[in-house]
Structures are given as C-alpha cells and as structure tokens.
C-alpha cells in the first residue's frame, strides 16, 4: 500500500509557520510547487515548502494542484532568509514575492541586496515583530517591542499610533504614556490627525478631512490607515458595530503590504470568531 505524502504549505499570510496538509496519493509534489488548500474557512493559494512521508491521516487534503511554474528555489531560501533576518512572517515576504490572487500574478519582482555601510534599523526591526506579534494575537509581547521601537525613535508617528493599538489590543491603560509620546511629534505631519484622535483632542471627522486634504495620490493609503485606526480607536470605545465596517474597508483598500492591512484582518477575524462563537 503507497505511503501517503505530508506536504508543508506556506500561505501569503501574516504568519511564519507552514501548513500541513495530505497530498492526493498518486500524486508527486515537489517543494516549490503551487496549490489550493483550506485554510480556515476559505481556499487559499500556497506553495509548498516541504514534503515528508508520514501518516498524514488526520490532516486535511491539498485541493488542487495549480499548473504554475513553481516557485525557485533560489527564492524560496530568500524568503527564509529574509525572514531571520527582520522578523518578518515568511507568509508576508512570500505574499510580497508571488504577489497571489486568486488568479495567476504578474511574474514576480526580482530581489537583491545592495551594501549600504549601514547597520541595519534596531527600531523598524522591533516595529515589525511587534506588528507581527499582534496579528498572531500576542499583544503583550507587541507592546513590549513596539515600546522598544518607540524609545529608539520618539519622533516617528507611526510608532506612537501602533504602541497605543497595541495597548488597546493587551487590554492595557496608556494615557499619560500616549500623551507624553505625543510631545516628540510633528504635528503638522501625518498621521497626526490618528494621534489627536487618540488623545481626545479630535474626533473621526477631523482625520477623515485631512484624508480629504491630501493630494489625489496619497489618498488611498492614508484612507486605509484612517480607516483602520478610526476602527481601533471606535473598538476602544465598545462601538463593534462602528469599528467593524471600518475595519473591513481597510482590508478592501489598503494595498497588502500595508501594516494596516493586516491590522485590520486581525480585528476583523477576531470579531468573527467571537460572533461565531456566540450562542445562536
């Protein structure tokens, strides 16, 4: 009797562990491969990372095999590579680097590294793990890092917006800590009109106008952002039914490289699974 085949799946998302799944037996799959696998409660796109020979009953079954041109391998040790080195989830540099819909990409952008003579940014390295760690629901640990990143950079707005989120996110008071991060900035910058909002000294309206005051080229980006922070900040407020339709138009419109992006199918997920779970 044919042994069956435990295939490890990457999917383009904010996580850095593969998925295993059981492969169709008979058929042959190589690491580097494209396929359609559940994840959740959807069929998402993946590539196959690895493949062992091992029981493989209890876990669910690859969909489909996608006739692409597989992924190299070249490219498969970068991603990895990249991952170590700015704690990054590898789902997000494959997303990144396939750029995968549910239809074939654009061939996929080519990489390289170029010597700056510069050490690499301890802050964005902590800015990126801690927005990592609050997408796999380890807000705690987030503020922790984010608080680093902050120290490191007082003045980056970004990093004062996303260590109160994550705040928010671990249940944890920040008041005066907002308020005092809040003297190192630009306030003439965006996202300024986020921060007030958080301060208390504006209201939703104040930093969709400023979306609106942009120019025409930046406006979807800030609007993304906008919505998902206007979405945090109406979560804090125990306005779920305010904050989710904001939430979901950032997951619409914010470019997927966007912090916010993920930040938003977090909360989106979240809200979900606790409906779901709620008595019928």
């Not at 952008?109 to 510069?118: D, Q, R, S, Y």
């Not at 964005?124 to 380890?138: D, P």
Request: aromatic share 10%.
């Amino acid at each position: 009797m044919p042994q069956s085949v435990v295939v490890d799946v990457l999917a383009p998302v904010a996580v850095d562990t593969a998925y295993s799944y059981r492969a169709p037996l008979g058929l042959k799959l190589e690491p580097g491969a494209f396929v359609r696998m559940p994840l959740g409660a959807r069929i998402a796109t993946g590539v196959v990372w690895a493949t062992r020979t091992s029981g493989g009953d209890n876990l669910k079954s690859i969909a489909e095999v996608l006739e692409w041109p597989p992924l190299r391998p070249a490219l498969r040790d970068f991603i990895d590579w990249t991952a170590r080195w700015t704690l990054a989830p590898r789902g997000m540099l494959l997303r990144m680097a396939i750029r995968a819909g549910e239809i074939a990409a654009p061939p996929a952008p080519k990489f390289g590294l170029v010597a700056t003579g510069k050490a690499p940014n301890p802050a964005r390295l902590y800015f990126q793990r801690a927005v990592a760690q609050l997408v796999t629901n380890n807000a705690a640990a987030a503020a922790n890092d984010m608080a680093q990143a902050q120290k490191l950079v007082p003045t980056e707005l970004y990093y004062v917006l996303w260590l109160h989120v994550a705040r928010v996110q671990a249940g944890q008071s920040d008041a005066d800590e907002l308020a005092a991060n809040a003297r190192t900035l630009d306030q003439s910058q965006w996202p300024w009109p986020a921060v007030a909002l958080f301060l208390g000294t504006s209201g939703p309206d104040a930093v969709q106008k400023a979306v609106a005051a942009a120019a025409p080229s930046a406006r979807i980006g800030l609007a993304c952002e906008a919505d998902f922070f206007v979405g945090v900040y109406q979560m804090a407020k125990a306005a779920q039914d305010a904050a989710k339709p904001l939430f979901q138009s950032s997951v619409d419109h914010c470019p997927h490289d966007y912090f916010e992006y993920w930040g938003a199918a977090f909360e989106l997920k979240q809200m979900n699974d606790l409906a779901a779970a709620q008595p019928k």
